[in-house]
């Protein structure tokens, strides 16, 4: 046997010696490499290695062992200092001195709960050397509910005030308590008895607490098993002092109708044990100490001090028969256990101070021990979320455990309390809040330091306003300039700060806007002066600058906007900028040359546009060798005699370039241009051409009233999808077209899985019906032309074709009205639009479908709006391997959001990792309070027929003709001479007749008939033949028609008339004259 370890770990040594001989090879071709791309000299082939290859190439060297954080780093100082010294312990995380690992250690805000923000609540019953006895939390209604030994019992809210308290009149100890889903009650025991208590009913407390005694044996713990089957009636186990386990039955009935009367009040709210059904069978031979009912497993757990029977796991059938159970032994017995679901783990603890984990069918061995503990082991619960246990010690020391790696996280203690004060008898952790609550004299509560990094700290990435932020995606790195004028870079993956560079441009000069080149290694940015420097992103050294000109004012050349332009020849930059006061230069760095220099300035053509009213003006490329093979060559205007002789004052119309974006792909060499008054310049350098897109109607209009930038374009961008990104596509889409004919007739992927922004676009390419290589074939060779989007200061979104064509012109949904778009992004294939806003909304339209032509409306869809920021949002990326969005305001902050929900991540410059795994809870940052606005796709109009026309309403005359002999033969059970008059009326409802004409109109009453009535419209209506058809009401027409029946039998019409028209004339003959308003002209 010892022969074979030897062998097995010589085995184990020569394969590491091997990889590591394999890892130096590794690290010596990528030295190389990096070093001949910073020479210029590489030329990239199949060899090529990314960071991706070179992870892949460590992992299979060494396996799982290595974490994808050490070899990025690795990888970067590589990429920074290739001459910098290396050691392979590097490559598993061993390169920190031990100053640093022991400061990020005890650092407070990387631990898992942060005790300095731990709150202190009171007992509410007020008795002295009174404790918490039991905590339990219903996540569903999210409350809390906590019982003291001399048998108090509150109902906590989620704010922690009190909803309802009892006190307990009972000379015994409560020992447990928990909530009985089904009654809506209060289960609690004490040492003989078991106390219901209904904490919503009015009234005296007393009154609603029902006593169920006698109890053979001390209880000294109690659960409810969950009983969904049934609606009224519960289940709770009970552990006592003899070893055995009850199962006690609580129905609805027993407690509804006890109160019979007021003289008996008091004898009614005590029941007798015998009456319930209770099943029981000793499983231990010690006092049980905790019992559970483990809903995934559908077994109850309990532990007891026997060292022999210390454990029992098994379902609630064996508490009916013998059959043996299946049991887990511990030296001295178990206090405490827990489940993780997960993990699918049981954790135990007790007085040998050992944490043992048990899969729940092993019970001859545990498959882990996690040992630390000074004294016994009294509480244990579990973070589900995070794979945390965190056990407690009876000398109140709290130790948090990862339970997937099994490691020490945290270690804390209770020292706030006095030498008198009890221990801690229960703890919870609040799953909804993130809080770990512990009973003892007080109540404590620790919170997770994300919870209050997230949802109480308010996001600081840096002390001042961010004026700009970009991304370098060859070192997945973030750069951030704010107005202070200090430059830091950020790793993505973690938020973590990597460098920062104070006062880049001097002192007191701002640094206004920033660019990354192509290759990664080469940064710029631009100051308030008007200078320009480069720097080396790996190291953050300075290489070049563009030095202030002698007669350059103070804010005139202040720079606004810069972008890198791919240069042909190699070691050399060029910088394409754009200054606040509209012009645009073209800067060029050479390897020979100590200083960039400004090669030529693009020249200002809207005056020319309104002065001549053209839409399209020539240019001319200059005879100037040095610009010739740039990709943007010098131009200047075709001269023109009319031009000379006209001149044109522009000083009172703001036209100045507000932003601009460069095409140069695909055979294009494209720049758009937008100004103050909402004009979109677009230069074709291939064509020599400068075309006026669009120009407002009251571009040129100058009104004191209005907002001189009403106008404003903030952003423009193009839209533009090359050969490379459709390839891509189709090869997601075949790759998608497959597994979904594979996994046709299989299961469906879970609701939980992750999938990609881009998903809807690819199963619309699916579901075409066309063959995998056709589609290919037709989606390589089609190439749609550019568009271009623009963020205007009237909050609308507007997209253009290139020959100034409205596309689309919308308005962000975000539930307030018209704000300010101040930026616009795009992913690398277009398929995605962000959009931020002056006030802190973050837009996401999905626009896959929509680049290709015709363009259609209906596939520009908005998919959600959130609102990230308090204050305007400067920049916003979407990182694409990670499915995240960054954003970052005036307010000082970079902000990681979900793309898919717009749920936070986090931000940088916290201490706490990013955990950018799609997560289930929903949180909020402390200055943010609206929920993000998902627009959901519009369903298919349905034309639904309506059911009925009109209401029905009573019809006389169809009552008229309903005799009473004819109803006698439609009644189901007829009577003698009876008749059914409710069945009479519904058969007399018919639906109203609409008057085909319409009513004529004239003048409103006279000013006698008085305010209301004067003003009323009166509408004339055929005039009844006589007085009599005039509608009466209530007794006055009851009486009228038995008068007007017995005159027709006694031939008393033609006096009953006149008696009418008399009393009529009488009641119209007031001062006022209201005869005409209200009553038509009777002819005679």
Known sequence: ??????????????????????????????????????????????????????????????????????????????????????????????????????????????????????????????????????????????????????????????????????????TSWITGCDYLSQLKRVVAVTERTIIIWDYKAQGNSKDNCFIIKPMDHCLLCVCVVPMTEHLCRDDILMGDDGGFVNRFTLNSDDFGFKQSKNKKKLQSQILDAKTFKNVKRKLHNDWVMKVKYVQPLNCFGSCSLDSTHSFVLDSLKRLEDNVPVREFSMPRGANTFIYCLKANLIVTGGDDKILRLWHPNISTKPVGKLVGHMFSITELVINEKDQHVISLSSAKVFRVWDIQTLSLLQVFHDNQGGPGDMQI?????????????????????????????????????????????????????????????????????????????????????????????????VFATGAYNGTIKLWDFGSGQEMKMLIEGKDWKDDDHCLHQITFLKANEKHQFLILALEYNGKMKLIQGREEDPLLSVIWELPEVVPIFRQEKKDVILLAITSNFKTKNLPIPEVDLVPDEERKSVSFDSSKVNMEVTCFDVLLTEGYSLLATATVNGIIVLWNFVLSTVTEVHRPEDAYVIDPDLDPERLKINAILFLFRGSACIRRMSEESITSSAQSESTRGGALSSKGSKSSIHEVDLKGEINTGTKIGQLLQSTVTEISPPIVATAHEDGHLRIWNMEGNLLKDMLPFTKHSAISLTTLHTDSCSRILLAGNMEGHIILWSIGSFLEPPHEEKKFKQLIAWRGHSLRIVGVLYIEDKQVVITSSVDGSIRVWHVRNGHYCGYFGQRRTFNLSQQTDFILPCDVNEHPVEVKEESKYIEKKQGYEYPLIFDREKWKKMSSFSLLFRRPTPKPFEVNQEFKFFKALASPKIRKSVLESTSTGNREAGIIFGSLPIYRVPSPTSLRFLPLIGADAHKESSENFQGKRKGGRVQHLQTRRKSLRRSLTPGVNLTSSFFPVIPK
């Open 1 to 170: 046997m010892e022969n074979t370890k030897d062998n097995s770990s010589l085995n184990e040594y020569n394969n590491f010696t091997e990889a590591l001989k394999k890892f130096g090879k590794l690290v010596e071709k990528t030295v190389i490499q990096k070093k001949e791309e910073r020479l210029g000299t590489y030329v990239k082939n199949e060899d090529f290695i990314d960071y991706d290859r070179f992870y892949t190439a460590v992992w299979d060297l060494f396996g799982p062992e290595i974490k994808a954080q050490d070899v990025k780093s690795f990888y970067r100082k590589l990429s920074n200092n290739p001459d910098a010294p290396i050691d392979w312990c590097e490559i598993f995380g061993y390169f920190l001195s031990e100053e640093d690992a022991l400061d990020s250690q005890f650092d407070e805000e990387n631990l898992v709960f942060l005790i300095s923000r731990k709150q202190r609540i009171g007992l509410a019953s007020g008795r002295k050397r009174d404790v918490v006895k039991c905590l339990v939390k219903i996540p569903q209604m999210d409350f809390l509910i906590t019982a003291t030994q001399k048998g108090t019992i509150t109902v906590f809210n989620s704010q922690m005030r009190v909803q309802a308290t009892i006190n307990v009149t009972d």
């Open 425 to 521: 008898y229960a703890m919870i952790f609040d799953y909804n809040h993130g809080v770990l609550i512990t009973g003892s004299s007080v109540i404590d509560m620790y919170p997770l330091t994300r919870m209050i990094q997230d949802t109480k700290q308010i996001p600081h990435s840096h002390d001042r306003d961010i004026n700009v932020m970009v991304f370098n995606k060859h070192f997945h790195q973030l750069l951030t300039v704010c107005s202070e004028s200090i430059i830091k870079v950020w790793e993505v993956e973690t938020g973590h700060q990597i460098y920062q560079i104070f006062d880049p441009h001097g002192s007191n000069i701002e640094v206004t806007t920033a660019a990354v080149d192509y290759s990664g290694f």
